[in-house]
Nanobody
Framework: QVQLVESGGGLVQAGGSLRLSCAASGRTFTGYAMGWFRQAPGKEREFVAAINWSGGSTYYTDSVKGRFTISRDNAKNTVYLQMNSLKPEDTAVYYC??????????????WGQGTQVTISS
């Protein structure tokens, strides 16, 4: 089992920044790729970004490329999502997840409880 706890969400104005953190406990952190997903009201959960076990490979959905950066600190069992130039359409609950393959959504079988991000226009 892997337990994931997100933090860092909040309310910011458009153009602002937030940094989300996800602390992991349980099984070996480096055994997992880590991903961030989000779900806006009335919409399906969507992939945002992912990082492989070493941090050497990262992946982003097109709408956040150049604005969001995913990183991980394996010594701290933590993954981060730095979000810059935020837009109202980034408003959602953001979830951290752990899986075996960074690019395969179905491989993510451990999820956090989510953290709310709200961007005002």
């Amino acid at each position: 089992q892997v337990q994931l706890v997100e933090s860092g969400g909040g309310l910011v104005q458009a153009g602002g920044s937030l940094r989300l953190s996800c602390a992991a406990s349980g099984r070996t952190f480096t055994g997992y790729a880590m991903g961030w997903f989000r779900q806006a009201p009335g919409k399906e959960r969507e992939f945002v970004a992912a990082i492989n076990w070493s941090g050497g490979s990262t992946y982003y959905t097109d709408s956040v490329k150049g604005r969001f950066t995913i990183s991980r600190d394996n010594a701290k069992n933590t993954v981060y999502l730095q979000m810059n130039s935020l837009k109202p359409e980034d408003t959602a609950v953001y979830y951290c997840a752990a899986g075996r393959i960074a690019t395969m959504k179905t491989s993510y079988n451990y999820w956090g409880q989510g953290t709310q991000v709200t961007i005002s226009s």
